[in-house]
């Protein structure tokens, strides 16, 4: 009697810790859920802003064309996580980013006002647009993003401050 009892409590407990397994398997390599799309757009954006760091870190070393294939792909994969998640200000920052390091003024400052639209106090979006407005000569716009992020208390105020000084 005590062996029965013993051996069905030991197939319960198998069917059960198999059955959880099955469960939770199949839901992680589901391709259709929601939390995959989260997963895979941030593992996107993620990679990007790798690739976004090591490209300013060759800029400062004067490598700028390794910089630029670098902003490239970054460019790529951003543009895979906007597919999935388009109202993403900090996607849409460093979509902006990307194609301004490029040279590609136009297209990048439509990235950083479609991301004001959505966080009109968003730090980064605002220094970058600030830069991008220096670099096309606008500078009372660029003194606009730093009118908005003068009391931030933050480095984004104080890189803007010291680009449009230098100009």
């Known amino acids: 009697?005590?062996?029965?009892?013993?051996?069905?409590?030991?197939?319960?407990?198998?069917?059960?810790l198999t059955s959880l397994f099955t469960t939770s398997s199949h839901s992680a390599g589901?391709?259709?859920?929601?939390?995959?799309?989260?997963?895979n757009y941030m593992d996107q954006y993620n990679a990007a802003k790798n690739l976004i760091k090591r490209g300013k870190k060759l800029e400062t070393k004067g490598k700028n064309e390794k910089a630029i294939k670098l902003y490239t792909s970054a460019y790529k994969k951003l543009l895979e996580a906007n597919k999935i998640e388009n109202r993403n200000p900090d996607i849409l920052n460093?979509?902006?980013?990307?194609?301004?390091?490029?040279?590609?003024?136009?297209?990048?400052?439509?990235?950083y006002l479609k991301g004001l639209e959505?966080?009109?106090?968003?730090?980064?979006?605002?220094?970058?647009?600030?830069?991008?407005?220096?670099?096309?000569?606008?500078?009372?716009l660029a003194k606009k993003r730093l009118a908005i992020l003068e009391n931030c208390n933050c480095e984004e105020f104080k890189e803007l401050k010291e680009v449009i000084e230098k100009k």
Not at 30 to 39: E, I, P
Not at 120 to 135: D, M, S, T
């Open 1 to 16: 009697m005590k062996f029965k009892k013993l051996t069905l409590t030991t197939l319960i407990t198998i069917f059960l």
């Open 30 to 39: 589901s391709d259709s859920s929601s939390g995959s799309d989260t997963n």
């Open 118 to 140: 959505i966080d009109p106090n968003h730090n980064g979006i605002n220094e970058y647009l600030g830069e991008l407005y220096v670099k096309t000569n606008r500078i009372d």
């Open 94 to 111: 460093y979509l902006g980013f990307t194609l301004r390091k490029k040279g590609n003024y136009d297209e990048a400052e439509k990235y």
